[in-house]
């Protein structure tokens, strides 16, 4: 469906959300929309745990058919906060409805609005809160149903929204070409989750509301692991760094000029790992046929290992895949395979033949799962080890809930997650990396052939996106 600008009167859309965090984010919400002659943004809203959240979205121009086309997602201030879906469109989402915009920059914006009393963002929570995830089924509603360009994905925001930027980038860098907080604030501990995905970041140097200490802070970070990032401090400015920042020599050429380019990302993001390690660093990578395969040129283990002999040739990567395994069999070798190879680090990838081996009797009991897990990451926990759990990825590439085993998966991948928590381990997210990633761009829905070659074991982007979210973690 596209909309053109003069679109009078009602269109209902179905959210075909494929987004999945790991408590089970809504799916599949009646999503509207509606304009009017007064302005070129339409009207709509979604629906997320009975609440409805208002947002509005802007198409380009003049829309030529065959072409496809930039998004930006904006993420307002806490000013902007309410219901009325009006008070979201100040400020960035009011000069890009100007007719020197729309020629310079066109684009789809939407802006949502986030309601009063609530934020865009929680970062004590393991998931994206509510208004996020309203935020998210629209974007995705609109993916599913307008010529938008998938490699131009932009998010910015300013304020509050900057946060909210950051905590959607935090767990869904891969869908993003770029990103434009402003103003925002986040814990530069978790910088490595945004390494390989563009950053410019502004701020003022007198801002009294929200310190220009985090974005410093935050940017000096991410130029340790070697990021793609700028940051303009603007001098003499306050909490209104926005007015520079959307001028039309701003961020927007910047942001408008990049396009995602996944194999970039890798690179980065590999060598920001590499740059985390010490010098005589021996990271063990210990699963089954995926990290098996994963050990061959081009796999998401080579990816690392050629990444440490640039900055870290004196460190070493311990390869322990091997095909068909599952928790117990990894019991049974996890201490010569990996303990006394003299493992520092772990990178612990296991899950999916417990699952899928159900299908003919010899899975393993969830019981069993969790207990073996957690017996792994205490025992290279007390060998001095560092550990990086990761969740199981996909028995099937299609929207979660149609691939037989998604429900299955859901509940071991959920297990991993509470082992890594309680055990002090560090997360890898695969599976809802695996799922937000084919949410996006396996419009088509298909059960295989994007990350996997089987709906299990990897193609090359597969490994790409294990290779970055791996890095990303064990950087942490």
Request: net charge negative; glycine share 10%; with cysteine.
């Amino acid at each position: 469906m596209i909309y053109p600008t003069s679109l009078l009167g009602f269109v209902t859309l179905c959210a075909m959300s494929s987004l999945q965090s790991p408590q089970g984010a809504p799916q599949g919400p009646q999503n509207s929309l509606e304009g009017t002659q007064d302005t070129p943004f339409l009207s709509g809203s979604v629906e997320v745990d009975g609440v409805e959240y208002p947002y509005r979205l802007m198409p380009p121009a003049d829309l030529e058919k065959g072409k496809e086309y930039p998004l930006v997602l904006f993420f307002h201030g806490s000013g902007e906060r309410g219901s009325d879906n009006e008070a979201q469109l100040v400020h960035f989402p009011e000069r890009m409805a100007t007719a020197e915009y729309r020629a310079k920059f066109p684009c789809y914006v939407l802006a949502p609005q986030c309601p009063e009393g609530t934020r865009w963002y929680d970062f004590d929570q393991e998931k994206l809160n509510p208004p996020m995830q309203a935020a998210v089924l629209a974007m995705q509603a609109l993916l599913e149903s307008a010529p938008v360009d998938r490699d131009r994905l932009y998010v910015t925001g300013l304020s509050m929204g900057g946060g909210g930027l950051f905590d959607l980038v935090g767990s869904h860098a891969n869908w993003f070409a770029a990103a434009a907080p402003i103003c925002g604030r986040n814990d530069p501990k978790v910088a490595a989750r945004f390494t390989g995905l563009p950053l410019s970041i502004w701020h003022g140097d007198q801002d009294e509301v929200i310190k220009p200490s985090y974005s410093r802070e935050m940017t000096a970070k991410l130029n340790d692991l070697g990021a793609e990032v700028e940051y303009h401090e603007l001098q003499g400015v306050g909490h209104g760094s926005w007015e520079k920042a959307y001028d039309p020599d701003g961020v927007l050429p910047w942001l408008f000029s990049k396009r995602r380019d996944v194999e970039h990302t890798v690179s980065v993001a590999a060598g920001g790992f590499a740059t985390t390690m010490a010098a005589d660093e021996r990271v063990a990578f210990l699963g089954d046929s995926i990290t098996q395969a994963g050990n061959k040129p081009g796999g998401y283990v080579d990816r690392l290992r050629e990444a440490l002999k640039v900055s870290r040739p004196g460190a070493a990567v311990i390869p322990a895949g091997i095909s068909g395994h599952r928790v117990p069999n990894l019991l049974r070798r996890y201490r010569a395979d990996v303990i006394d190879k003299g493992a520092s680090k772990v990178f612990l990838y296991i899950g999916i033949n417990d699952v899928w081996h159900s299908e003919n009797g010899r899975g393993t009991p969830i019981e069993e799962f969790e207990a073996g897990l957690r017996t792994l990451v205490r025992d290279f926990k007390e060998s001095g080890a560092d550990v990086v759990l990761a969740t199981p990825t996909v028995i099937g590439e299609k929207r979660n809930g149609e691939n037989t085993l998604d429900e299955m998966l859901d509940r071991f991948a959920a297990v991993s997650r509470t082992v890594a928590s309680e055990e002090g381990a560090v997360l890898c997210d695969l599976r809802l990396a695996f799922e937000t990633y084919l949410g996006v761009f396996n419009p088509k829905n298909v059960d295989r052939g994007i990350l996997t070659t089987d709906g299990v074991h990897l193609t090359a982007l597969g490994n790409q996106l294990v290779a970055l979210e791996a890095a990303r973690a064990l950087a942490q």
